[in-house]
T-cell receptor, first 110, second 116 residues
Framework: DAKTTQPTSMDCAEGRAANLPCNHS???????VYWYRQIHSQGPQYIIH???NNETNEMASLIITEDRKSSTLILPHATLRDTAVYYC???????????FGQGTELSVKP | GAGVSQSPSNKVTEKGKDVELRCDPI?????LYWYRQSLGQGLEFLIY????????KSGLPSDRFSAERTGGSVSTLTIQRTQQEDSAVYLC??????????????FGSGTRLTVV
């Protein structure tokens, strides 16, 4: 699986959009980009995933660059409850495990 | 069940003892994964089961660690002769693998293991 690079930490003001970047320059054509988050003392929570098109669901939007070497997770209106560690992961399409990096610790501040 | 269930939620054991951690995956999920997370660290992959295929054990840190999945459902992770460095939260996840894609990859709340 391709490796990912994320900033160690980020701050965001409550009510503003949180834009979390991820670099995956060695991604292969059949590798999906997954985003999970982990709130303190809980198991990781699925947010969104995509292959090459931008995706949106009730939690977030995922923007993948045309060359697929990077992506951005967007939380449109961050709340205090969005404070968590956010993990960007790439995974081969046919089953298989997710390999987690260190993630980005997002702090949403009032 | 509605989610991935792990038991016990907390386990304290003495160094050198064996422990068993249990995972009940979501009903119908074909794949099951074990991870561990040491304090302040990211998730470390341990082992992966998919259907009747041989498990991917590439993440097991030593031969003291083993896991089995009976009847394609419940899984038990066993740690023999526990060491203090085994202290961590052990997380289980399950998913449905169908048609080359993965659906519903869901984590349990984990078992916090403390070796004293």
């Amino acid at each position: 699986d391709a490796k990912t690079t994320q900033p160690t930490s980020m701050d965001c003001a409550e009510g503003r959009a949180a834009n979390l970047p991820c670099n995956h320059s060695t991604i292969s054509g059949n590798e999906y980009v997954y985003w999970y988050r982990q709130i303190h003392s809980q198991g990781p929570q699925y947010i969104i995933h995509g292959l090459k098109n931008n995706e949106t669901n009730e939690m977030a939007s995922l923007i993948i660059t045309e060359d697929r070497k990077s992506s951005t997770l967007i939380l449109p209106h961050a709340t205090l409850r969005d404070t968590a560690v956010y993990y960007c992961i790439v995974r081969v399409g046919e089953g298989g495990k997710l390999i987690f990096g260190q993630g980005t610790e997002l702090s949403v501040k009032p | 069940g509605a989610g991935v269930s792990q038991s016990p939620s907390n386990k304290v054991t003495e160094k050198g003892k064996d422990v068993e951690l249990r995972c009940d995956p979501i009903s119908g999920h074909t794949a099951l994964y074990w991870y561990r997370q040491s304090l302040g660290q990211g998730l470390e992959f341990l082992i992966y089961f998919q259907g009747n295929s041989a498990p991917d054990k590439s993440g097991l840190p030593s031969d003291r660690f083993s896991a089995e999945r009976t009847g394609g459902s419940v899984s038990t992770l066993t740690i023999q002769r526990t060491q203090q460095e085994d202290s961590a939260v052990y997380l289980c996840a399950s998913s449905l693998v169908s048609g080359g894609d993965v659906y519903g990859y869901t984590f349990g709340s984990g078992t916090r293991l403390t070796v004293v």
